[in-house]
């Protein structure tokens, strides 16, 4: 079995109870749960350092929080390298969050020794080609301990018209 497949395996059959919940000022309605671990903290910074190279679109700084063996699904289909989605997605993506507003609505951080699952939800408002737009966007990253630091080993993407 590939590296890809047996993170993605290995990450959905994590115990739910190491999961953190983090939610934006203003979304939370229970209390307030402890904070993310240090490795679930490190793995965060990392998914949020590889979304802010996209944004800023700087495809050097991007690819670093990548595995070479990282597998990406979105719009039904798979990238199955960093290089592969260097080659035909990665300009896309950058290119569509450029002028976004990206608002972050919910997000889970699961831990499961040096693997980081981590779940979230934006709303996405952008405009191309003289459009509106404004999606509700799922993000599941799965992250891996590596001698560099955490990286990202898997991502799925999904988005939908927003609907309030």
């Known amino acids: ?45 990392a998914l949020e350092g590889f ?16 595995t070479t063996d990282l597998l990406v699904f979105e719009s039904g289909n798979a990238e199955r390298s960093k290089a592969e989605y260097a080659e035909h997605h990665l300009a896309q993506d950058m290119a569509f969050l450029k002028g976004a507003t990206v608002e972050l609505l ?27 737009i404004d999606l509700r966007s799922i993000e599941t990253a799965i992250l891996k301990r590596t001698p560099a630091g955490w990286r990202i080993a898997h991502l799925h993407w999904s988005s939908a018209p927003f609907k309030p």
């Open 106 to 132: 919910r997000r889970q951080v699961h831990e499961n020794g040096d693997l980081n699952w981590i779940v979230s939800e934006f709303r996405i408002r952008t405009t191309v080609k003289d459009r509106d």
């Open 51 to 66: 979304n802010a190279a996209l944004k800023a679109g700087d495809a050097e700084r991007a690819q670093s929080w990548l």
């Open 1 to 45: 079995m590939k590296t890809s497949a047996r993170l993605l395996l290995a990450a959905l059959a994590l115990n739910l109870s190491t999961t953190t919940a983090v939610f934006p000022e203003g979304l939370r309605t229970e209390a307030r749960a402890e904070g993310p671990s240090p490795a679930q903290g490190n793995a965060l910074a």
